[in-house]
């Protein structure tokens, strides 16, 4: 009797290392579709960066304008809408992709101040 316990514990112990091995292990090439998924996913995020910038490069650029005034009103006025169009840009876009924590406060808060003149100036949506 106690020579077939070593054979069925080999047998058994056998048995689950080929069963786990042939759950646990990937198949041939999935490592680099991992690693394919995960390149195409940091371009993706790569471009909403560079978007991202370019947009707070615009902003920056809008408010210098604005506040350096303009002798014509109306060409003030569509520089201050697009201003608040950008930053509620920037603001939507920082939010939904997680980038707004990395942000300085006194920005975020600007960011937020024009945004509500944005959602103050649009028509609201007629049912």
């Known amino acids: 009797m106690r020579r077939c316990l070593p054979r069925i514990w080999l047998k058994t112990t056998i048995f689950s290392i080929i069963s ?52 014509n009103d109306q060409k003030t006025k569509e520089l201050a809408s697009k201003m608040v169009d950008t ?5 939507q876009t920082s939010e939904n992709h997680h980038y707004i924590h990395l942000f300085p406060a006194f920005f975020v808060e600007e960011l937020k101040l024009f945004a509500n003149i944005s959602k103050k100036k649009t028509p609201p949506v007629q049912p």
């Open 87 to 91: 930053a509620g840009q920037i603001l």
């Open 20 to 71: 786990l091995s042939l759950f646990s292990f990937s198949r041939e090439g999935e490592e680099l579709k991992i690693l394919d998924d995960l390149i195409a996913t940091s371009e993706r995020q790569l471009v909403l960066q560079k978007e991202l910038r370019t947009l707070i490069v615009e902003f920056h650029l809008q408010q210098d304008l604005f506040y350096e005034g303009s002798e």
